[in-house]
């Protein structure tokens, strides 16, 4: 929800059929372990079929500083997935008669700008215009802080439109905010109480509620990030993530929850055919996977150092789902080792070759880069042997040696080319090359 990456989703060349019931679960854990023995990667991952978990699979630590391994009940923040159950939500009360996908929210969100047009569905959708509030700069200045109600709407209201509404998608985490505030007003309810009626205890699920601080006594765990070490991340507080991101979760309950949606338990037929059916290729708490010759649908996620999976496969009815507490490598990757298990498909463990550098060596490439194709501004530090880039407004990552003044940061798709000589920089992401040079 909060830290905006996005993973780019399946991909596949070649028509190939098959299922394999018994997946080889070796060569999954050698994939995994050479993330692991990497420091690639710390989390969870499970497979279900037909309702049973077939592969589980935890690498890492939820506690670093006190060794503490995760298990199969090990609880993580699963992000913008939350917006996945506050779908559900939404289409339970339309069912109630206590909404409608027509309703406008002036009457509930008068200060809202254009609320006299915005819908229901334009906020499923993330059609409203409303300004996503995580994308302002200084977001990261107050996230840690408990919110109010009053509070989050005036910062949503504050930050106005846009676009028109319902003329094109741009994700807003400020529209499952508002459609949580609008839940727990029309059943007069806390929304983790909604969740623990009408979701957790009517499937069953054990691990899965409404977050608070984490406690690792109670086997939630903490969130890093990879800077030549792992860091502990900043915790957003979850009053502010709300029904946009502040659920936590284990993969196998995110399979459970997924296997129950696409059965029918928990919204009728016609109500997922909506949540399936895309505008501007957005669904209503859904996103259509596409892997090879097959489709699938579900959510990513992610929260400080948290990132999250939950895919579904009407396919010989398959649900996978991913859950880390630190990433240091492609998570797209992971899920395509998954999905690629389950039907037979080639992939390869990683192999992992660094270009070894020096502290020396990198203290050339500090300093502060500017652009005249983007606002942005990036500071690239050094801790240790280990560069570091922070762009203005965004958490700093840690870049990784490719060869002499080239480095990557994988999760984000991120190279950086440096050139010394006349102080410049190029950056590359998602086909694009932006030029930059040191102030």
């Known amino acids: 929800m909060i830290r905006i990456i996005?993973?780019?989703l399946m991909i596949g060349s070649t028509i190939q059929k098959g299922f394999s019931q018994t997946i080889d679960k070796t060569k999954l854990d050698s994939f995994f372990n050479a993330l692991e023995s990497n420091n690639r990667f710390m989390g969870s991952a499970a497979i279900s079929q037909n309702g049973q978990i077939i592969y589980t699979k935890q690498i890492g630590y939820a506690d670093i500083d006190n060794k503490i391994k995760p298990d199969a009940n090990t609880k993580y923040r699963i992000g913008s997935i939350s917006k996945t159950f506050t779908a559900?939500?939404?289409?339970k009360a339309i069912d109630q008669g206590k909404l409608k996908l027509t309703d406008k929210i002036d009457i509930r969100f008068p200060t809202i700008k254009n609320a006299n047009r915005i819908t229901i569905s334009d906020l499923l959708y993330h059609r409203s215009g409303i300004h996503n509030f995580t994308a302002n700069a200084d977001y990261l200045r107050w996230n840690t802080e408990k919110k109010s109600e009053e509070e989050m709407i005036e910062i949503i209201s504050k930050g106005g439109s846009d676009f028109e509404p319902d003329t094109k998608a741009e994700y807003s985490n400020s529209n499952f905010v508002l459609l949580s505030y609008l839940l727990q007003r029309i059943y007069k309810k806390d929304y983790a109480q909604l969740l623990d009626e009408q979701i957790i205890k009517p499937i069953g699920l054990k691990n899965t509620h409404f977050g608070g601080k984490p406690d690792i006594k109670?086997?939630?765990c903490y969130s890093y990030s990879f800077k030549g070490n792992w860091v502990k991340e900043p915790e957003t507080d979850l009053s502010i993530a709300m029904g946009a991101g502040a659920i936590v979760s284990t993969p196998g309950d995110l399979t459970k929850f997924a296997d129950a949606l696409f059965s029918g338990k928990l919204v009728s037929p016609g109500d997922l055919k909506l949540m399936e059916t895309l505008k501007d290729n957005y669904g209503m708490g859904l996103f259509k996977?596409?892997?090879?010759?097959?489709?699938?649908?579900?959510?990513?996620?992610g929260i400080d150092g948290f990132t999250s999976v939950m895919y579904h496969f009407e396919d010989?009815?398959?649900?996978?789902?991913?859950?880390s507490n630190g990433t240091n490598f492609d998570n797209n990757q992971i899920s395509i080792a998954l999905l690629s298990a389950v039907y037979n498909k080639s992939y390869e463990i990683p192999i992992f070759n660094t270009f070894e550098v020096t502290g020396a060596d990198l203290d050339k490439y500090l300093g502060v880069y500017s652009s005249k194709q983007m606002p942005l501004k990036i500071t690239i530090t050094r801790n240790g042997k280990t560069l570091i880039a922070q762009a203005t407004g965004q958490p700093s990552f840690a870049l990784e040696a490719t060869e002499k003044d080239k480095f990557k940061f994988d999760p984000a798709k991120v190279v950086l080319e440096f050139n010394p000589t006349d102080k410049s920089m190029i950056l590359k992401q998602g086909g694009g090359t932006f030029n930059f040079s040191k102030e």
């Open 88 to 91: 559900v939500l939404i289409f």
């Open 218 to 220: 109670d086997n939630d």
């Open 6 to 8: 996005l993973f780019t």
């Open 289 to 301: 996977i596409p892997f090879y010759d097959k489709s699938g649908y579900g959510h990513n996620g």
């Open 316 to 323: 010989n009815n398959v649900s996978i789902a991913m859950t």
